[in-house]
């Protein structure tokens, strides 16, 4: 079971990336799928989730207006679309699947699965 991570980089603020996150060895069709972020010497938060249908997502206020998170069940795969980047938008990002519950889970330990996290600079 494997979560891979891609798609970041460095970019000026004001600027946009968008993250991807595809799954292999087991179907995740049914499970949430969240983003989270980890900044030098701050612990990982979350960043935004989606439940396993698509129609629900959550984020995190600072996020909100500026990303975006959507999913292809058909690739397995998750996407964060981020926009008007910052540059306290720098973290390393990881992605994570959470198995199906009644509501979107925005912490760390709720997730079950993680990858192995993607680079993301933004320069002022």
């Known amino acids: 079971v494997q979560l891979q991570a891609c798609g970041g980089g460095l970019v000026q603020a004001g600027g946009f990336l968008r993250l991807s996150c595809a799954a292999s060895?087991?179907?995740?069709?049914?499970?949430?799928r969240g983003w989270f972020r980890q900044a030098p010497g701050k612990e990982r938060e979350f960043v935004a989730a989606?439940?396993?249908?698509?129609?629900?997502?959550k984020y995190a206020d600072s996020v909100k207006g500026r990303f975006t998170i959507s999913r292809d069940n058909a690739k397995s795969t998750v996407y964060l679309q981020m926009n008007s980047l910052k540059p306290e938008d720098t973290a390393v990002y990881y992605c994570?699947?959470?198995?199906?519950?009644?509501?979107?889970?925005?912490?760390?330990?709720?997730?079950?699965?993680w990858g192995q996290g993607t680079l993301v600079t933004v320069s002022s």
């Open positions: 994570a699947a959470d198995r199906p519950r009644a509501v979107i889970a925005t912490e760390v330990h709720e997730y079950d699965y």
């Open positions: 060895g087991r179907t995740f069709s049914t499970y949430a």
């Open positions: 989606i439940n396993w249908s698509g129609v629900s997502t």
